[in-house]
């Protein structure tokens, strides 16, 4: 007879795809911090904010557990807080926990921390084992809000062999060769941490290792300051550069302090192969009084030249993130930076609209520049002192659009149409602008019908010339592999294809790979030469 677990750590992620390092870092701790035995008393369960949650109920209580720790994060906490209602009125005697950055700040606050019987801010590697403990053994806990402990990171177990198999062959594998950042960006909760603290590298190599030799091809770096210990960093892509040419499908995700590129890592970037790396480059704002004002240090100059030489020597795939919202950046202040890290060519902008995360000091510039943020997760920016509601929600649908357009990796000779000559911000907050009073949605386009709407706009809003749109939006539509036949194609989709060659190699992610083929088409010289005459013309 299985014996039914007394704990079970659980989480609700935002897809299938993600895996939860926070709950396995519990798990691997268990024995360590909360006694010989406790590990195999504890389970653990992911489930999906799509699913019901009289669903996650019903699995979590089928397990009878005695103790139930969940992990909050603001993407999950709604769904979270109704899971919670749910098992507080059908079992009240299972003791929930709660653990996560959405409820280590402003905890008497928020309705799930008042459903809950004990809430551990911060750190629970420590704290959520000995909490076990007392709750299964005693003494009973007094105290319903703990401080979680932090510990020096040699006295904490690594959690990689907490990851199954069918995590190594399905999933994102997060690993982390620090914890904490030595910045105060005043819109990141790493803006609290007083340093960033690396594990120890001949430890963590090993684990790295051991995941490797299990089958692992999928690494994402947590790091918020991948590239601050140079040695560390060198160490760690060394790794992974000598097992590329036996594990050609390896794939590993880093985000980097932009403007701290130095020639020893240079040098090892410059020798992976397409597709290999990605790295999430923070660029934020190139404001420089925004900068001040959110304690965000940056040299612009550097991080241009950085991003510069990732895009054009490198075969990286580069992310370069931005926000929208902070205080003091006026719609024109943003967009000169957006056509500046445009004109730097990263594959995708990740163009994001300020978030009030709990506990974060932006908060302290509420009152001055009147921030208004919406009171429902995940607390966007509604306006504030330089942009107004109108003109925050056309941004919001700018970034939708550009996630759909731009970012996806579909449209590479069209977009190049889109955005010039001129201000690339300008011209696409014009289509956004242009494809929201036309069809009223944000979401659900199919890829024939984003192509016909794109065909539509560059011929009679811009005016551009109708045989140079279509030869872009062909080229763009036949190596996209849709089958479907777009109207302002179908004269030109024939049914002979180019199908992929038998055998042929599919790029470790569909999307990093439209990026890094999208130049590499056989008559892509024809397409660009069709772009400059549509570009001359306009």
């Known amino acids: 007879m299985v014996r039914s677990p007394a704990i079970i750590v ?6 299938y795809i993600h895996t939860s390092l926070g709950l396995r ?15 195999a008393q504890t389970v653990l369960r992911e489930f999906v904010i799509q699913q019901k949650p009289t669903q996650i109920v019903e699995e979590l209580l089928a397990l009878e557990p005695k103790v139930i720790g969940l992990g909050v994060y603001i993407w999950n906490v709604a769904e979270t807080t109704q899971v919670v209602r749910l098992l507080k009125a059908l079992r009240p005697d299972v003791k929930i926990v709660l653990g996560g950055p959405e409820v280590s700040f402003e905890v008497d606050q928020q309705e799930i921390c008042r459903l809950a019987d004990h809430v551990i801010t911060g750190w629970g590697d420590v704290s959520f084992p000995k909490l076990c403990r007392a709750l299964l053994d005693g003494p009973k806990p007094l105290m319903k809000v703990i401080a979680g402990e932090q510990p020096p990171l040699a006295e904490l ?8 198999a069918e995590d190594l062959a399905k999933r994102l594998l997060y690993v982390e060769a620090s914890r904490g950042c030595p910045f105060k960006c005043e819109f990141c909760l790493s803006s609290l941490d007083k340093t960033a603290w690396a594990f120890d590298l001949e430890v963590f190599m090993a684990e790295v290792e051991a995941l490797y030799q299990r089958g692992a091809r999928n690494f994402k770096f947590v790091d918020r300051t991948f590239n601050l210990k140079i040695d560390n960093s060198v160490r760690i892509l060394q790794f992974f550069l000598d097992r590329m040419a036996r594990s050609p499908d390896l794939f590993v995700h880093f985000e980097v302090v932009p403007d701290s590129l130095p020639d020893r890592l240079k040098v090892l970037i410059a020798q992976f192969p397409a597709g290999a790396l990605q790295f999430e480059v923070g660029i934020q704002s190139f404001n420089p009084e925004v900068q001040q004002r959110v304690s965000r240090r940056q040299d612009n100059l550097k991080t241009a030249e950085n991003l510069r030489w990732l895009v054009r020597e490198s075969r990286a795939h580069v992310h370069a993130d931005l926000i929208f919202g902070l205080p003091g950046e006026t719609l024109e202040s943003f967009a000169d930076g957006f056509d500046r890290l445009h004109a730097l060519a990263p594959h995708e902008i990740q163009f994001g609209v ?25 607390y966007t920016i509604l306006q504030n002192a330089t942009v107004d509601f109108a003109a925050m929600q056309r941004i919001k649908r700018f970034a939708r659009y ?6 996806s990796g579909r449209f590479a000779a069209s977009l190049k149409l889109l955005l010039a000559p001129g201000s690339a911000f300008h011209h696409f907050l014009a289509f956004s602008d242009w494809l929201w009073q036309s069809t009223g949605k944000t979401h659900e386009f199919a890829l024939e019908k984003l192509v016909d709407l794109l065909h539509a706009h560059l011929t009679a809003v811009r005016g551009l010339p109708a045989p140079a749109v279509r030869s872009a939006l062909l080229a763009d539509y ?3 592999g849709a089958r479907a036949r777009p109207a302002c194609l179908a004269d030109l989709l024939t049914t002979a294809r180019n199908p ?7 790029p470790r992610a569909e999307r990093q790979g439209r990026h890094v083929n ?9 397409h660009r030469d069709a772009i400059h005459k549509a570009a001359a013309a306009a």
């Open 354 to 378: 300020l978030k009030r995360l709990r506990g974060t000091p932006i908060t302290r510039h509420t009152a001055a520049f009147a921030m208004v943020y919406d009171p429902q997760t995940p």
């Open 518 to 526: 999208q130049l590499a088409q056989p008559d892509a010289s024809a």
């Open 25 to 39: 870092c519990l798990l691997a701790n268990m024995d360590l911090h909360g006694g010989a035995g406790l590990r």
């Open 402 to 407: 550009w996630e759909l357009v731009a970012n």
């Open 500 to 506: 992929e060659p038998a055998g042929a190699a599919r």
């Open 478 to 480: 036949l190596a996209s």
């Open 157 to 164: 177990a690594m959690p990689y062999a907490e990851y199954t």
């Open 10 to 15: 659980a989480t609700l992620n935002a897809k």
